[in-house]
């Protein structure tokens, strides 16, 4: 189950952003982290189910407690050096969509990476 460990890698980045984010903050009440959202490409076989467990199991006792977690999905698509085609594809097989050779490209499917994060202070306007 390699998304408990991509996930965990995830957090690492993210509470590094997060502590980062909230240097130099006055006021004993720490922000809460509302919402994480992750780009995953379909080329890295991510389950989705499996990695909302992993963030599940992870985040007790962390500033992403009770975070919501989004996971936009990207296909896998790819270029056709040989006709120029451009499409969709499903992995295992880098195989162009219109004449079947090999000669592709990935163009998008491939990305991993963590889009944003959104943090509310807890403390009142004004203190």
Known sequence: MHELSMCESMLKTLAAEYE????????SRAARVIRV???MGQIH??????FLLAWEALTPGTAFEGAALELKKIPLAVHCRT???????EAPFFLCGRCGRGA???????ELYIEDMEIADDEPEGI
């Not at 006709?83 to 594809?89: F, K, M, N, R, S």
Request: net charge neutral; charged share 25%; aromatic share 4%.
């Open 20 to 27: 980062r984010s909230q240097a130099g903050k006055k006021g």
């Open 37 to 39: 959202r992750i780009v």
């Open 45 to 50: 076989q991510i389950v989705t189910e499996s």
């Open 83 to 89: 006709c120029g085609w451009e499409g969709e594809i």
């Open 104 to 110: 592709v490209e990935t163009i998008s499917g491939n």
